[in-house]
């Protein structure tokens, strides 16, 4: 082979790598798409992770759900920008609008926490000492932002002791609410807690505006598919204890997400193991 033709191959394939790099940061090839198509749809576009031209664009929503439960909440579904079945459609309008609560704490502790729960039949462990512990008070309560510790095998909650202090490299609490795998909620801090980092939006999901969860599980595998890996009881309780947070507050389902969904860069976290998509839509 001469030298050119030897170095011509060398780019193509060079190229050829560089764009199968690039298509993988968009979290699903079919989502590179026209960034003004991709906002009509109801979805963000993010530039810099599809090949292509500079409008070509990796489109995520953060409101997708059932298409029928879209439009019944006078939302408009779209297809193509969402994981899951095809009826899991991004839902533009609709229950995006605040929910229906009247409580809206500004600059507080949130010390209603426990009988929330309680009112909607749910189990709950009240940790000592959690209506005064946090960083400070709450700003607000726009957002839900549901976690899984990656914690212990065993155990309904082996992780209490790392929500409630922290680590050596970041002091607890790290969320306000634990959820053991028997459905048991833990009620651990009143106050802001360390369990957002950066996120998609601060004003909504930072840790001064978001209810963090933290769930016991393992986290493995990393799936945004089906809950198989939680257990059922577990699995509800997450459910129901979600809907009674949004009734209490006024957050709609649109805003509450996983850790995977609000942190930035986005591929950062990948909790909770289970569909965001199929969650939403039981949280109606």
Not at 92 to 120: E, F, H, V
Not at 249 to 277: Q, W
Request: proline content about 5%; some cysteine.
């Amino acid at each position: 082979m001469s030298n050119i033709a030897l170095l011509t191959s060398i780019v193509c394939l060079t190229i050829i790598q560089l764009q199968i790099g690039h298509a993988a940061g968009c979290w699903s090839a079919n989502a590179c798409i026209d960034r003004n198509v991709c906002i009509s749809k109801g979805g963000t576009p993010q530039a810099g992770l599809c090949p292509g031209a500079a409008n070509i664009q990796c489109c995520t929503c953060t409101t997708c759900k059932d298409a029928a439960a879209c439009s019944a909440n006078s939302g408009t579904p779209h297809a193509g920008i969402c994981a899951g079945a095809a009826n899991i459609q991004c839902c533009k309008g609709g229950s995006t609008s605040p929910g229906t609560g009247t409580s809206r704490p500004t600059n507080t502790m949130l010390t209603g926490l426990a009988d929330i729960l309680r009112g909607a039949g749910l189990n709950v462990v009240e940790v000592a000492g959690w209506k005064t512990r946090g960083h400070g008070v709450m700003a607000s309560v726009k957002g839900i932002v549901v976690h899984h510790t990656a914690g212990p095998k065993t155990g309904d909650y082996p992780s209490l002791g790392v929500v409630r202090d922290g680590t050596s490299s970041l002091a607890g609490p790290l969320a306000q609410l634990g959820l053991g795998r028997t459905g048991t909620w833990f009620v651990i801090a009143a106050g802001r807690c360390y369990h957002a980092g950066s996120t998609i939006d601060d004003s909504i999901y930072g840790n001064s505006n978001a209810i963090g969860i933290e769930a016991e599980g393992v986290g493995l595998p990393a799936t945004d598919s089906g809950h198989t890996n939680w257990p059922e009881v577990q699995y509800q309780s997450y459910v129901r204890g979600v809907k009674a947070l949004q009734n209490a507050y006024g957050v709609p389902s649109a805003r509450v997400l996983g850790h995977k969904e609000a942190a930035v860069p986005k591929g950062r976290k990948i909790d909770p193991n289970f569909s965001m998509a199929e969650f939403r839509t039981k949280l109606g």
